[in-house]
């Protein structure tokens, strides 16, 4: 029986995590302890037997693999032996050799899940330190893709480009998504359509590219080709840069994950 103890794992992302792992069946509620310092349990009802400690020693002392998932700001407050345990981090902007020199073990994995775990949507790339071993690596990239797709990378400085990409991604989304609506309403659209029709809109358009055989340059290719109105927004939001904002804005995530 190996024994998965989540620090932070009530928490936000812990919780979208775990709850599809659980009911997935890949992770047993029996051998799952969740750490906290304010003692909630919320958002696990479904699993009685899981454990849920305020005393992270407590929990390193029963787990075999320790998944930490705490705010960046909060890890200082982190002093652990976890000597000869796996230890997974989806941390951003805390680096494997940091992460190494402060639990003592050599069994690192850092991976970089996003908000769409709970539905089963994330994109999560992992990457493992050399003193993982083949089943380290079969373990974390089973337990990210219970709620989502994975990926193995080579580099930490890969992660920190994909923690701005994929990781800060369905906020990027959400800031378009936000811009489409404030337009709308700015035109006359009552708030509550506007909301409803930009939902809509980012479902269906996801949907159809996530399983469209061509690219989405192709699309927007084949859009502009065609000449009609869409060709007219496309150009005037190209011609108006709109590339630009969006690399700059992936650029400066990039840089907060890899500077800490
Ligand atoms: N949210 C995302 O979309 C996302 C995506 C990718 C990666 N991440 C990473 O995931 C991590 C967690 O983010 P989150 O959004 O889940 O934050 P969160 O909702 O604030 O969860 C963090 C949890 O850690 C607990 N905690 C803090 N200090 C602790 C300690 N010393 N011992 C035990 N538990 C402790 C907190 O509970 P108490 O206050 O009760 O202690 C809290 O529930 C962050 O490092 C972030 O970089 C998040």
């Not at 407050?77 to 981090?89: N, Q, R, Y």
């Not at 990378?153 to 920190?160: K, R």
């Not at 708030?191 to 192709?218: K, M, N």
């Amino acid at each position: 029986m190996t024994t998965l103890g989540v620090i932070g794992g009530t928490g936000w992302l812990g919780g979208a995590l775990l709850r599809p792992a659980l009911a997935k069946g890949f992770v047993a509620p029996a051998d799952l302890i969740l750490s906290s310092r304010s003692g909630k349990t919320a958002g696990f009802e479904p699993w009685p037997n899981i454990r849920f400690v305020t005393d992270n020693k407590s929990l390193a002392a029963q787990a075999d693999i320790v998944i930490l998932s705490v705010r960046p700001e909060d890890f200082d407050a982190l002093d652990l032996d976890l000597s000869g345990k796996l230890v997974i981090s989806v941390m951003a902007r805390v680096p494997a050799e940091t992460l190494l020199a402060r639990f003592k073990s050599e069994r690192i994995i850092r991976a970089m899940p996003n908000a769409c775990a709970e539905q089963g949507l994330s994109f999560t790339p992992w990457l493992s330190a050399p003193g993982t071993n083949t089943a380290d690596a079969a373990f974390a990239d089973s337990f990210f893709a219970c709620s989502g797709r994975t990926t193995k990378l080579s580099t930490e400085s890969e992660l920190d480009y994909f923690t701005a990409l994929t990781g800060s991604g369905p906020a990027f989304i959400a800031a378009f998504a936000d811009v489409m609506i404030r337009d709308a309403i700015e035109n006359g659209v009552a708030p509550d359509v506007a909301d409803v029709a930009v939902r809509q809109l980012f479902l269906g358009a996801s949907t159809w590219i996530a399983g469209a055989a061509e690219t989405p340059a192709d699309t927007v290719s084949t859009f502009t080709e065609y000449g009609g109105t869409t060709a007219a927004g496309l150009t005037a939001m190209y011609a108006a840069g709109v590339a630009g904002p969006i690399s700059k804005g992936l650029a400066a995530a990039k840089d907060k994950a890899a500077k800490g």
